[in-house]
């Protein structure tokens, strides 16, 4: 055998090794779907993969991160750092699976506010009485170039009365009267004149809810990054960016 027929014949042997490899990884993962599947039928498992440490196994169920052994004995809910690059390699996969497709809400079912050349556009999911939303909104009057929607969801478990102020906020009348209406309440105290009209809120609720918003304020950018909280300084100006 010549040089040219044994490299040959060990690139045919290093590929037929890597295809053994990569279909013993492949039923690994879809027996440990099956089992999952079998023991857990109501959660949503959409993808799995093995996870940076050995013998983990990486899940995604729905908008959330878990782990598993190969047996599917255990559930880890939790994060992995890696210590040598500080990379919260969890949050980098939760950011990937949280993504919001920005261009497919309904944003009529919001209320738009504008400011400057409404340049930058974010989405906001608010209650009119969550003292967070609030601090949200004061914080906004340092930036000077963004298009806001904000999606009413209003939580009366928290807040008592916190619908129906939404409501009134969203009947204000033109789409400025309910700009203000809202700005007006939140960041100056201005309790909105009581109406009643046909409104978004219960599918601006649902809509939420489906992006797994449960608490209030809950944000998404152009790019599609969900961030639940206020957020506030350089860190608002860098989510309303895109960044």
Known sequence: MNIKQRTLS???AVTLATSVVSMAHADDISDLKTKLHDKYPSTPITEIRHAPLDGLYEIDMGRNIAYTDQKAEFLLFGH???MTTQEDLTQKRLDDVSKVAFDKLP????IKIVKGKGTHK??????PDCPYCKKLETSLKDQNDYTEYVFLFPIDGLHPGATAKAESIWCAGSENSRAKAWTNAL?????PVAKHCNNPIADDQKIGSGFGVQGTPTLINASGKLVPGAVDGQALSDFISGK
Request: avoid cysteine; proline fraction near 0%; glycine fraction near 4%.
């Open 10 to 12: 060990a690139a045919i």
């Open 80 to 82: 992995i750092f890696n």
């Open 107 to 110: 944003l009529d079912k919001a």
């Open 122 to 127: 974010f989405a906001v999911f608010s209650d």
């Open 187 to 191: 960041t100056e105290g201005k309790e």
